[in-house]
């Protein structure tokens, strides 16, 4: 079992950055490919960005590639998303979330991740 607690969510104003981060609290969580989803007010779930578990190769969505970058620090059991150039399109519950350990890459698709955290809030002002 991993718990996902996910933290530095925040109010920030248009083309401002936040940084998220998710703590996890298995020591194996360098074997699990990571995921970022988001899910703002009346909106399905959808896929921000993901990471191998050794880091090596990242997946981002279309609307997010060039303003956010996804990393992890297996030491220290720590997923990372830096959000730069903040739109208020980007207001949303982020959730960070895990996929089984089967597998090296991560996925766009949110029922292929087996643990996910509480979520924060994101609140981008024009």
């Known amino acids: 079992q991993v718990q996902l607690v996910e933290s530095g969510g925040g109010l920030v104003q248009a083309g401002g950055s936040l940084r998220l981060s998710c703590a996890a609290s298995e020591r194996t969580f360098s074997r699990y490919p990571m995921g970022w989803f988001r899910q703002a007010p009346g909106k399905e779930r959808e896929f921000v960005a993901g990471i191998s578990w050794s880091g090596g190769a990242t997946l981002y969505a279309d609307a997010v590639k060039g303003r956010f970058t996804i990393s992890r620090d297996n030491a220290k059991n720590t997923l990372y998303l830096q959000m730069n150039s903040l739109k208020p399109e980007d207001t949303a519950v982020y959730s960070c979330?895990?996929?089984?350990?089967?597998?090296?890459?991560?996925?766009?698709?949110?029922?292929?991740?087996?643990?996910w955290g509480q979520g924060t809030q994101v609140t981008v002002s024009s």
């Open positions: 979330a895990a996929r089984g350990r089967a597998f090296y890459s991560a996925s766009s698709r949110p029922d292929e991740y087996t643990y």
